[in-house]
């Protein structure tokens, strides 16, 4: 693995344990953070549509843009709640990431913007 590629993965572990400190200090129901951390994976159902919907679904679940934009609501309006799924969604994708799961390209599952799952990462800019 690359340097560059470990810098990588370190700052997606740093961005899971802020997310999980952050849900810790708030509080929330550790019960909830169990049962909500794999919700997102659920977009791979999309995947029995065919690659390309499939790869849209699971997108349209692990982008930060999203839980970023529910934290600031859950923020902004007190909602408890809000917070507590936003945190959990941003450890999930960040936990993806850290593991090095990319967002899907529309050819295949294993297609990632970050090389191909299940075989080490050539040294290309994909």
Request: with cysteine.
């Amino acid at each position: 693995m690359r340097p560059v590629d470990l810098i990588v993965r370190f700052e997606w572990v740093t961005v899971a344990a802020l997310a999980i400190v952050c849900y810790a200090m708030s509080g929330f129901s550790w019960w909830l953070f169990a049962l909500l951390i794999l919700a997102p994976d659920l977009s791979m159902l999309g995947y029995l549509a065919g690659p390309r919907f499939g790869a849209a679904t699971y997108n349209a679940l692990h982008i930060l843009i999203a839980p970023l934009v529910l934290l600031l609501a859950g923020a902004l309006l007190a909602g408890r709640v809000t917070t507590a799924v936003a945190l959990i969604w941003i450890a999930h994708i960040a936990i993806d990431r850290a593991l090095g799961y990319g967002l899907k390209l529309p050819t295949s599952f294993q297609d990632t913007h970050l090389g191909r799952i299940g075989r080490e990462r050539n040294s290309a800019v994909r």
